[in-house]
């Protein structure tokens, strides 16, 4: 079949793959860490590993916001809905992800709580207008691009006076993740997860740009490539990293020139930064907690902070036993290390947010390439 | 939720608002984050507000993957609902 244009042509796939092939030095792995769930969904969609020599490894980072969210936050989401009665709206990834005890949106919905489903805070805005008798609160998640949509929303509802909206921000940052995973005392204790350069995200660099990831890349050492979605943009990218790697270089150099630029959208940036300010610590499912990588609201918007209008009682909250996700998310295990994977943990029933989000490793694993997975004899051979 | 999708501005509105198609399936979205934009353009949509402008080229290259690889449907039953 003859693919519909030049990102999808399979003759020039076979060249990148070609020049992959020659250029991968034959005594060393190199093991790439893709940041962005989408990246993860296009790698397992075109089968795009099968196109990498066996020593060229990709590490499914953490790089969808529904995964990396800690239960605690869920957990306070479904007290929002349940306990102070407000109207939570939030996107339709976060309606299944499990909380403790396995209690999530839907099933608290399901119980009577009013939980809907929005596809932009601007839907969840006019909710607001829609009922004012009732409070209206945006469970707000995601990286930076979900990010400035929220920022629209809260200076809305403050233009409008819309008293009876305020926005739960769990809103999270790209680089100091990435930082955190390359600096983290456990990361080198155990010395297990081994990334010799990034797949930087597409779309949310076209929010910040590519230069918030100059500092990241020469700090660590490490190679950032920003990738664009198509299976041919993530090899080509695949194919720069490698060239940095052999020649010892560590830049960040953009793929995705097309969408991409140095600085990226200013507007947008203005807009965050009125509105948010850096948390000092936040926590992440997996990473733990990571210094500066979330954002809250600013003092001027206090009064639409969720957070300050609703008293949410501070409970430890625990992620399921034997989930992996947080090994998962981390790239030290593979979602076929999870003993519950494909057994009691599937898309229709999943028990971790990795088998929740279409985005997530354990869910791209079972859509994609289990059967691929459950032959890993090669690849562990070559490690 | 991080995927994005091009969309053609066919009508603008006030207050930084737009109609937009994908495809057969119009929609309202906001303009706040993005400058300069006219009918006829088109601007990567995520979450309902445009996150910035994108060339004819690029546009119809997304698309025709994302309608290959199966989530067209998928998103714009989502936009529509
Ligand atoms: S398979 Fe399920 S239980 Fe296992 S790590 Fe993935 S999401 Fe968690």
Redesign the interface.
Known sequence: MKFVDEYRDQELARTVAAAIAAEADPDRNYHFMEFCGGHTHAIFRYGVQDLMPENVHFVHGPGCPVCVLPVSRLDDAVELAERHGVILCTYGDMMRVPGTKQRSLIRAKADGADVRMVYSTLDALKIARENPGRQVVFFAIGFETTTPPTAVALKAAEAEGLRNFSVFCNHVLTPSAISHILESPEVRDLGIVKIDGFLGPSHVSSVIGSQPYEFFAEEFQKPVVIAGFEPLDVMQSVLMLIRQVNDGRHEVENEYTRVVTEEGNVKAQALVSDVFELRKSFAWRGLGTVPYSALRIRDAYADFDAEKRFELSVKASREAKSCECPSILRGVKKPTDCKLFGTTCTPQSPIGSCMVSSEGACAAYWTYGRFRDQQPAKLEAAE | ????MPARVVELLDNDMAVVAFDTVRK???L????DVAIGDFV?V????A??K??VE?A???L??MA??GVLEEELE??S?
């Open positions: 939720m991080c995927l994005a309202r979205i906001s706040a984050l993005v400058e990567l995520h979450v309902g507000y996150l910035h994108v060339s690029e119809e290259r997304t025709r993957m290959e690889a989502e936009i609902a």
